[in-house]
């Protein structure tokens, strides 16, 4: 099967990758490497991370909001199914940079839906975020709760995302599945997020900001139980429906921190900030509907760190 992954030299877009090729399926790449976050490491995962898989692998470099590269793209590879990860992540920068957030996110989601429908795709994946959720203060995150109030540009443009989805599968009867992660981590991860910033920041002495006060917690999902779920929705081609995917244990920040003390084999300097604006205090995921699919997370945050630690040294030979 020809699957198309936008963003597919991200952290999540590559790990993805690696799992169809290894059960042989075709994945057709498309990233921008744009500099976000250092784009080595985007141009690492494909050189190193995907490196057994060279002959397998098609990578198109451009841009998912360039319409005549999408059509020469889709033209070419006549993908059967999409899994649309390409976005400008990151709930902080959405607020520096709100139209980029905006362009990317809905216009570049509204490209390849129509893209989609044109070249007869018979399923749309697509990254939904646990941002959408706001400050919603029932717990745990349901798909069927209210999520009208986001706190951040880049929260609005997922939810954004989420209402087009539902009205190409309502007018043009494609199926779309949003996958709403929550808090992604394992190795090959985004610099610009807690468990790489504090790793670096960890052996290089330097002093963490934990924000919140450390008063926060979060439903850390390892990335290999992110990708089988985005499997398990890939093969079912639902009509049209949202899914939260997160790891089954609410897990408090300070201990997450000490976690990765252990592996790093320090102690954290820590510098206890306030809330950041956008940023919310808890996301704990109900994942019964995705487990009703047959999945279900399996790594906790010791395996997921030491693994994560493990490649942090070898990546950059501590
Ligand atoms: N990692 C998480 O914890 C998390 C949580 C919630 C949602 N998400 C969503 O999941 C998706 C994947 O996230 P990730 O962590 O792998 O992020 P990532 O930044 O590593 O991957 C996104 C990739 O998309 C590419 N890209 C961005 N804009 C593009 C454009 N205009 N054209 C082509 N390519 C473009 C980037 O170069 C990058 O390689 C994103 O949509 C993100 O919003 C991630």
């Not at 959405?94 to 139209?99: G, Q």
């Not at 044109?118 to 990254?127: E, H, I, Q, S, T």
Request: hydrophobic share 40%.
């Amino acid at each position: 099967m020809k699957v198309l992954i936008t963003g597919g030299a991200g952290f999540i877009g590559s790990a993805t990758a690696k799992a169809l090729m290894d059960r042989g399926d075709t994945p057709i790449l498309i990233d921008n490497f744009n500099d976000y976050y250092d784009p080595a490491i985007k141009e690492d995962r494909v050189k190193i991370f995907l490196k057994d898989y060279k002959k397998q692998l098609k990578l198109y470099r451009g841009d998912i909001r360039d319409r005549k590269f999408l059509d020469r793209v889709f033209t070419q590879e006549r993908p059967e199914k999409v899994i649309h990860l390409a976005a400008m992540a990151g709930v902080r920068n959405s607020l520096k940079d709100p139209a980029l957030y905006a362009d990317v996110n809905v216009m570049g989601t509204i490209a390849l839906l129509d893209m989609s429908v044109k070249y007869r795709v018979k399923n749309f994946l697509y990254a939904s975020s646990s941002s959408v959720y706001g400050n919603n203060t029932k717990l745990p995150f349901s798909e069927t709760d209210n999520v009208d109030t986001p706190i951040s540009p880049y929260a609005a443009t997922k939810k954004a995302t989420e209402l087009l989805a539902h009205v190409y599968s309502h007018i043009h009867q494609l199926p779309t599945t949003g996958l709403r992660f929550f808090t992604v981590y394992g190795p090959w991860g985004r610099p610009d997020m807690a468990l790489f910033d504090f790793t670096r920041a960890i052996f290089a002495g330097e002093t963490i900001k934990v924000y919140n006060r450390g008063k926060m917690t979060r439903n850390f999902t390892y990335i290999d139980d992110i990708v089988s779920g985005i499997l398990t929705c890939l093969d079912k081609n639902l009509a049209c429906t949202v899914m939260n995917i997160g790891g089954d244990k609410e897990e408090k920040l300070t201990r997450f921190i000490a976690v990765i003390e252990e592996h790093v084999g320090k102690k954290a300097k820590k510098k206890l900030m306030p809330i950041q604006p956008g940023d919310v205090p808890s996301t704990v995921a109900d994942i019964r509907r995705l487990r009703k699919l047959g999945w279900k997370p399996t790594t906790r945050i010791e395996k997921g760190i030491e693994n994560f630690v493990a490649w942090y040294r070898e990546y950059y030979k501590i």
